[in-house]
């Protein structure tokens, strides 16, 4: 099939490898808490930096499989398996997951599925955190953080999802692209690796 007639419609190994990228992020997640929790104490929102990484799922998934709904999928079953392994924000991780994953989704959408470039994958990670401040607004202490902090906390929210789930998978996927792992999941063409340039 030509890159040009590539079906864009999931098939059971977009799916069933979707699933393993979504409990292998979901573990990371889950030891990833606290992680987090530890860095918390030290103040200057260092934790903040780590945030980013519970957005990953959806981007990486999606620069892997490249079809609408992975991104979604991706990041919902991620956060429903670290709540499954008993992760720390219980049932509220799943409504992060959902946000998180339709924003993300929505931003490779925007784009109809056609390019997969680190920007891409950066605005992904910017879109997944703006659903996740939303939640913080409502469930946590975002609101009562005085200008300078709040500030403080969001430049290094965003400094971390750019990295940790904008660049980390793209780079992930790139050497996994290289290698020719990838094969059997996406046949991979010269218009794919030049779009990872």
């Known amino acids: ?11 059971l190994t977009d799916i069933l490898v979707t ?11 889950r030891l990833m808490g606290p992680v987090y929790d530890l860095l918390q104490p030290l103040g200057l929102h260092l934790d903040a930096l780590l945030y980013g990484i519970w957005f990953i799922a959806a981007p990486f998934a999606a620069l892997l499989i490249r079809k609408p709904g992975v ?23 799943l409504y992060y997951g959902l946000v998180q994953g339709l924003l993300s989704e929505a931003i490779f959408a925007a784009w109809r599925y056609k390019k997969f470039s680190l920007g891409i994958a950066s605005l992904s990670a910017f879109a997944a955190l703006v659903g996740s401040v939303i939640i913080d607004a409502y469930y946590s202490y975002l609101p009562m953080l005085a200008g300078w902090n709040l500030t403080l906390y969001l430049v290094f929210r965003v400094l971390g999802a750019i990295l940790l789930s904008g660049l980390l998978p793209f780079v992930l996927v790139k050497g996994l692209e290289k290698t020719g792992v990838t094969q059997s999941i996406r046949p991979v063409s010269k218009e794919d690796y030049d779009v990872l340039k």
Do not use: P, R, Y
């Open 1 to 11: 099939m030509s890159e040009g007639k590539k079906s864009l419609k999931l098939n």
């Open 19 to 29: 699933i393993v990228i979504a409990l292998v992020f979901g573990l990371v997640f």
């Open 71 to 93: 991104a979604f999928l991706a990041e919902t079953a991620a956060a429903l398996a670290e709540m499954l392994f008993a992760g720390s924000g219980g049932v509220v991780n």
